[in-house]
């Protein structure tokens, strides 16, 4: 069996499909991968909002986003009357998204105890995993308006640059599961302790807690997070039930995966973890987007005869410099691509289900939309690199 | 080599006597902690690996720690995964030690409440009240003054009397968080003002401001990274931690000089000059003619030469950043083993170690 193409423009005009999530390790070209598919969608007739994370300046420039508004913003210049569809984009404003939530939840009052916490400050600002809980809830306050109005009908999200390329599915739950937990329970217990037993079993442990705590924290850490503990109470549950509910929505039918790597040997392993784990959590994969692949070469010339011919060149004097040069160039080149084609098909021989698609490298960055839009055309046309015979 | 084991020997006569022979002088004399950071996908793990062999050379002994829980130092040394220990991992040239660390955030708290509370048996208590996960991943910035407090204690531990490395290198996290992962006392401070934390926070940061600490930064020749490299330089030196190097990974060979470059890039390169050439050693056949050679040679160097002119334009973008520069070859076999001793013989080369 060999490899299928990943069919990105069947992909991106499935209706049936609303959440599209790039997800793979730092440095593949994810947030590109994700934009170029947010033009290309746009111009097969989607209404399209393109959730980036941290995009570098001139990606962002080219979506016109110039400012961290935390709202999506039309980008003019993408889809038109024809096609119907339209393109609009964002950045997350992780603390921002985080202020909304409690906005929404609690009374103006309570709302400002919570804000000037310096407790909460901290986890707003600066909490590890904070990020990808405020992508996925931006992901799912974005996929909730898809009923309401008709502005879009599909949420392509860039995930965070982690330590894992996992952490976006893990962090959610464990914010959720330590605001909801045992803990936090512990934290609250003076502030809502109710009858005489529990108060005495809860302050036993307690004390122990609160004990090791201030040791290494200090006591004024400890007045935060009570303060914050008895300001956020309410919400607690809350957090945990919102973790669950874009965990079910990420393995429902209308949204699809797509892993980005590049041909080389960490990129490849991540991607493989991330295939197992969705696999694992029965997450939908519509496939690999392998970016930066070596062309390839369009005649049959090994490197090996590449190399001898212009060694023979070198020993007849610099007349013929030039030419041994660039046989030189092409070896060097048929040898990345095929070290290229050896990783890649470790990667396919291992995962044979996986839909690929490989995107020949640019010679240049992406720096605004008409490239977006031949990477789009090259995720559809795709390069032959795992699919012919070597 | 030992397979494993929890700390070095103690005071090797050979290695000693060897550490006092004349070498030839560093741009890094004097710094016993090098952070190596770097946008991701540069190669950063490997640079740092390259750069323990070469500081290790002529029997000195290193520490190279990764805190990312990637095994890519495992990887790169091409070893079992590595333990919460410190492991002998290669000889370097002239016979010196690398040792490897993989630091586990949850396993340093343990042995930071061990070391400065003697509350280690606490710890399985406060495991199962979801306490040390708490710290290590979620509370802001306890996690990152773990990892840097035990690059720390790895750079000043001594034993009779000498430290135990004369170098400790830190694969860091990338670029984009490297100074908020440095900036512990800041990061911290927004926690606890005061308290244990807080100092044990303001003894790193002493560290990782003095000149004992050098923040290399790895880069390629692309615009992306190239950005991230001055926007952390920036950063760095406004919260005033020091940078050392900026290391160019993965160039290419240029296999046109200047004005080849310019005629690939017009179109204008000599193709009758190159036809002769093909001819002369016998190149091209029905299947693949010579005129079909002719037109693909031009059309790689043409991508060619337009990468390496923005490879000149991003050259010069981190050349102006004033910070020494050190450049290693793409290797086009792959970065194996033989691979990081090549780039550690670079590094030494170019006044890196």
């Not at chain 1, 529990?198 to 850490?221: C, D, M, P, Y």
């Not at chain 1, 039930?241 to 929505?249: G, K, P, Q």
Request: hydrophobic content about 45%; aromatic content about 4%; glycine content about 8%.
């Amino acid at each position: 069996m060999t490899t299928q193409l990943l069919d990105v423009d069947q992909l991106l005009k499935d209706e049936s499909i609303h959440i599209l999530v790039c997800c793979g390790s730092g440095g593949v070209g994810k947030t590109t991968t994700a934009a170029a598919l947010g033009v290309r969608a746009a111009e097969l007739g989607r209404h399209v909002v393109v959730l980036t994370i941290d995009p570098a300046r001139r990606l962002a420039q080219s979506l016109g986003l110039t400012s961290l508004d935390n709202e999506p913003r039309l980008v003019a210049g993408v889809g038109d009357a024809t096609t119907g569809g339209s393109l609009r984009a964002m950045m997350l404003d992780m603390k921002r998204t985080f202020d909304e939530i409690v906005e929404s939840h609690a009374d103006p009052e309570r709302a400002e105890t919570i804000f000037a916490n310096p407790f909460y400050q901290a986890l707003s600002t600066s909490f590890a995993g904070t990020q990808e809980y405020m992508a996925m809830e931006k992901l799912g306050q974005l996929h909730a308006r898809l009923g309401h109005d008709n502005d879009w009908d599909l949420v392509i999200v860039d995930t965070p640059p982690s330590r894992s390329a996992l952490d976006f599915l893990d962090a959610p739950r464990r914010l959720g599961s330590f605001l909801d937990g045992r803990l936090m329970r512990l934290l609250a217990a003076p502030a809502r302790a109710g009858g005489r037993l529990s108060v005495r079993v809860v302050n036993a442990g307690f004390g122990f807690f609160s004990g090791v705590l201030t040791r290494i924290l200090g006591a004024q850490v400890l007045r935060d997070i009570q303060g914050f503990v008895g300001a956020f109470d309410a919400l607690f549950s809350d957090f945990r039930v919102r973790a669950e509910a874009t965990f079910d929505l990420l393995q429902s039918g209308e949204t699809a995966f797509v892993v980005v790597a590049t041909p080389e040997p960490d990129a490849l392993r991540e991607a493989s973890y991330f295939v197992e784990r969705l696999d694992k959590e029965q997450m939908p994969l519509a496939g690999l987007v392998l970016n930066r692949v070596q062309p390839a070469v369009a005649i049959d010339l090994t490197a090996e005869a590449a190399v001898a011919a212009a060694q023979r060149l070198e020993a007849r004097g610099r007349a013929h410099s030039l030419t041994a040069s660039l046989l030189r160039l092409h070896a060097d080149a048929v040898v990345l691509r095929e070290r290229q084609r050896h990783l890649s098909e470790r990667f396919t021989a291992a995962h044979r289900h996986v839909p690929v698609v490989a995107v020949a490298a640019l010679a240049e960055d992406v720096h605004d939309l008409d490239s977006l839009r031949e990477i789009g055309e090259l995720l559809r046309t795709g390069d032959d690199l795992v699919h012919s015979p070597a | 080599m030992p397979s494993a084991a929890t700390s070095p020997p103690t005071s090797d006569q050979n290695r000693v006597d060897a550490r006092t022979d004349s070498r030839s002088e560093s741009d890094w004399e004097g710094v016993r902690l090098h952070v190596v950071t770097g946008k991701g996908g540069t190669g950063k793990t490997t640079v740092a690996g390259a750069l323990a062999l070469a500081l290790a050379q002529n029997g000195r002994r290193v520490l190279v720690m990764e805190v990312e829980g990637r095994q890519g130092l495992a990887q790169i040394f091409d070893t079992t995964p590595l333990p919460y220990a410190e492991r002998h991992v290669a000889v370097a040239p002239g016979g010196g030690e690398v040792w490897a660390l993989a630091v586990d955030p949850e396993e340093a708290l343990l042995e930071y409440l061990e070391i400065f509370y003697k509350m280690r048996r606490a710890g399985s208590a406060l495991r199962r009240m979801g306490a040390i996960e708490f710290a290590t991943t979620i509370a802001p910035g306890v996690r990152d003054v773990l990892l840097t407090g035990k690059a720390m204690e790895a750079t000043k531990r001594t034993r009779d009397g000498r430290p135990v490395y004369d170098a400790v290198i830190l694969d860091a996290p990338p670029t984009g968080r490297i100074t908020r992962f440095l900036n512990v006392n800041t990061e911290v401070a927004g926690l606890a003002k005061v308290g244990p934390i807080k100092s044990h926070a303001d003894r790193v940061m002493a560290l990782i401001k003095s000149p004992r600490t050098a923040v290399h930064i790895v880069s390629v020749l692309e615009e992306m990274p190239v950005q991230e490299t001055v926007d952390g330089v920036a950063e760095l030196t406004s919260a005033g931690i020091p940078v050392g190097a900026i290391i160019i990974n993965m160039d290419r060979v240029a296999h046109l000089s200047a004005t080849q470059q310019r005629a690939a890039i017009k179109g204008s390169l000599p193709r009758d000059t190159i036809t002769k050439s093909l001819e002369v050693v016998g190149l091209g056949s029905k299947r693949t003619t010579v005129a079909q050679i002719v037109d693909e040679l031009c059309t790689e160097a043409h991508g060619h030469a337009v990468r390496l002119q923005l490879e000149t334009t991003e050259r010069q973008v981190l050349q102006k950043l004033e910070h020494p520069t050190y450049t290693l070859p793409l290797l086009t076999e792959g970065a194996d083993l033989s691979g990081l001793y090549e780039l550690a013989q670079a590094l030494s080369e170019q006044g890196a170690a």
